[in-house]
């Protein structure tokens, strides 16, 4: 096994390289929030798979030609005998190249009994007997996991926010586990509002373009239609000054451990004004450390 840290450059086949995680650990102690942050940062995520599939999983993801780089699997005590196959499977894409990492979560048991009673649920071990019941069984039967992880991750005293912290530090592609990713998607009023937007800005304040002749047919994305729109009073101003509320905003949503963020940008049509809008948003945003920008336009090409 070897730190978090290891990428392998390539498959065993010759394919192209796959970084393999292993996520488990005892109930309650963070499994869900952990297989969300990785898919977060772009992992596949399977959970429960079948031991005696992951080794199958991870060469078709070897072959699948660069779409498929990180493969993470989740694994619990549903079945009882999973962790003598699961340390077989390891051992063997260990030795063919794939260095699997594995994390391991765990928390004291006055600390899991509370998280379960506050959910109302019983431990998938206990039986007839109590929680604590069930955590003794579980952590006999994942001993041999949490001896063999590379990461051990104790979340008694962390947040949620604090256990993504964690995990993003490891298991974060060099240099995106802090960047946030904006998507800026025009759209036109009159085919209502996008329903995953996070923030939506409405620039029909600007003069509108349909309005003049020669520029009725073209878009924002035209050189003529956004120089107009651009030069029009205010409209500057209102770039750099969202702008920096979008600094603000992202800030906070990544101290809330959310790194994806939509804005939307809303003119009548959404063929003019806020495509040129959302275009010279992006282009600003593009070159901001931290920052992955995607420009959409949702509503362009329908009038």
Not at 159 to 186: K, M, P, Y
Not at 294 to 299: G, I, K, L, M
Request: a negative charge; hydrophobic letters at 40%.
């Amino acid at each position: 096994m070897t730190g978090a840290a290891d990428v392998v450059d390539q498959a065993p086949d010759g394919g192209p390289g796959i970084e393999v995680a292993v996520v488990s650990g005892l109930s309650g102690a963070g499994r869900s929030t952990a297989a969300k942050v990785l898919e977060d940062l772009g992992w596949f995520v399977v959970d429960n798979l079948p031991p005696e599939l992951i080794a199958t999983m991870v060469d078709l993801g070897s072959r699948a030609r660069g779409d498929v780089t990180r493969i993470a699997v989740v694994m619990d005590v549903r079945s009882r005998a999973f962790t003598d196959d699961l340390g077989a499977v390891i051992k063997d894409l260990d030795s063919r190249g794939y260095r699997p990492k594995l994390l391991f979560l765990e928390a004291s048991d006055a600390v899991l009994v509370r998280r379960f009673e506050q959910n109302r649920r019983s431990h998938p071990l206990q039986g007839a007997g109590r929680i604590t019941d069930g955590l003794n069984a579980e952590r006999e039967v994942l001993r041999p996991l949490r001896e063999d992880a590379d990461l051990v991750v104790d979340t008694s005293t962390l947040s949620v926010h604090d256990l993504r912290a964690r995990i993003e530090g490891s298991f974060a592609a060099e240099g995106t586990h802090s960047a946030t990713r904006i998507t800026v998607l025009s759209f036109g009023y009159k085919y209502g509002l996008p329903l995953d937007s996070d923030l939506v800005v409405d620039v029909r304040f600007l003069p509108n373009p349909h309005w003049i002749p020669e520029l009725r047919e073209h878009t924002g994305r035209d050189r003529e239609v956004s120089d107009y729109v651009l030069s029009q009073e205010g409209a500057e101003e209102f770039v750099e000054r969202y702008l920096d509320l979008l600094d603000l905003v992202g800030a906070g949503y990544r101290r809330e451990g959310k790194r994806y963020l939509t804005v939307a940008v809303g003119c009548t049509g959404g063929k003019h004004r806020s495509v040129a809008i959302s275009e010279e948003i992006g282009r600003r945003l593009a070159g901001r450390d931290g920052v992955q920008v995607n420009v959409e336009h949702r509503d362009m090409g329908r009038e």
